[in-house]
Nanobody
């Protein structure tokens, strides 16, 4: 059974940094995990995705967010820098029900992800 658990959310000041872990269980070794955000009243937007072969970032976060993985802990991380009030959202990690994929635009679409965590709230405010 696939399970994803996000953590690390909270209140941060504009310009600050935050790191969100996503711990996975029930996945094979060759999995892809993506990060999404959902602002109030809006849909889920893809931010980044990582596999063993590549890492993908949406234009909106290139240069500010960095995704990494620790396979020994089955955990991926989203390091967020230079946070802005408009980054305030619930952040989710998700994974598709297939292996050996490459991250890109396709897996930045929430409709193409099959398993989701419950999300963690990030609030950027002074």
């Amino acid at each position: 059974q696939v399970r994803l658990v996000e953590s690390g959310g909270g209140l941060v000041q504009p310009g600050g940094s935050l790191t969100l872990p996503c711990t996975a269980s029930g996945l094979s070794d060759d999995y892809a995990i993506g990060w999404f955000l959902q602002a109030p009243g809006k849909g889920r937007d893809g931010l980044s995705c990582i596999t063993t072969g590549n890492t993908y970032y949406a234009d909106s976060v290139k240069g500010r967010f960095t995704m990494s993985r620790d396979s020994t802990k089955n955990t991926v991380y989203l390091q967020m820098n230079s946070l802005k009030p408009e980054d305030t959202a619930v952040y989710y990690c998700a994974t598709p029900d297939e292996t050996g994929v490459m991250c890109g635009v396709y897996y930045s679409d929430a409709a193409n992800m099959d398993y989701w965590g419950k999300g963690t709230l990030v609030t950027v405010s002074s």
